[in-house]
């Protein structure tokens, strides 16, 4: 489970990062024409990343999660409507419509909403107050102007980058501290997976130990 967690972790950043490299690479040269020619799969591939995480995130409130979830969900069907009514009929991909036609930002919007809303939780989580600076930013990047999605696409992907930074950084002091190499949301995962009974006695076990402390 927490390998697929950070699998569908990894594929958002990588997405995002390759189909903004086009913004940076010469015109028409042989890189920019295949990210450019590929930006559909790698919008598809980002949000099935983003999904399979939120799918699997641990958040102890859970309507937070709910919400999360259902803002994925409203973007990518946004984002198949955007595709399969306005943008393929025009001839572009979907990133070029939303940047062309920055209504349609609206539809897609949700999504990244979505994305928005994890890379908060993950900041929260890992004590990372820097990466709610660089999300201010690019909030306001994609609701003033889809133009400056690019900004937006640099900064989200900064954020990522000191998620994932900081998780290898506690990842590596607890393997010095303990034999396992349990973090984050892993021991939540493994409780989940336990049966009813064995999650009760567990309960009833921890809250024994939690009124001894207290004696």
């Given at each position: 489970m927490v390998i697929l967690y950070r699998s569908g972790l990894v594929t958002t950043a990588a997405s995002f990062v390759?189909?903004?490299?086009?913004?940076?690479?010469?015109?028409?040269?042989?890189?920019?024409?295949?990210?450019?020619?590929?930006?559909?799969?790698?919008?598809?591939?980002?949000?099935?990343?983003?999904?399979?995480?939120?799918?699997?995130?641990h958040i102890y409130v859970t309507e937070i999660k709910r919400t999360l979830q259902a803002l994925w969900a409203l973007g990518v069907d946004g984002s198949l409507a955007t595709y399969t009514s306005l943008?393929?009929?025009?001839?572009?991909?979907?990133?070029q419509y939303v940047v062309a036609n920055p209504m349609a930002v609206w539809f897609?919007?949700?999504?990244?909403?979505?994305?928005?809303g994890f890379v908060f939780k993950e900041g929260i989580v890992l004590k990372l107050t820097s990466i709610f600076e660089r999300l201010i930013f690019a909030e306001d990047c994609l609701?003033?102007?889809?133009?400056?999605?690019?900004?937006?696409?640099?900064?989200?992907?900064?954020?990522l980058q000191k998620i994932f930074r900081?998780?290898?950084?506690?990842r590596e002091?607890?393997?010095?501290?303990?034999?396992?190499?349990?973090?984050?949301?892993?021991?939540?995962f493994i409780f989940n997976a336990l049966p009813d009974a064995e999650k009760k006695a567990l309960i009833e076990k921890l809250q024994q130990e939690k009124l001894k402390n207290l004696d």
């Open positions: 390759v189909a903004a490299s086009a913004s940076f690479l010469p015109e028409n040269s042989l890189l920019s024409n295949v990210v450019n020619e590929n930006l559909n799969s790698l919008y598809a591939l980002g949000a099935g990343g983003l999904g399979l995480s939120l799918f699997l995130i943008a393929q009929p025009a001839g572009q991909n979907l990133i897609v919007g949700p999504l990244f909403a979505a994305l928005t609701l003033n102007s889809p133009l400056k999605t690019v900004d937006y696409v640099k900064k989200m992907v900064s954020a900081r998780g290898r950084r506690l002091q607890n393997r010095v501290s303990r034999k396992d190499d349990d973090i984050g949301d892993k021991s939540v």
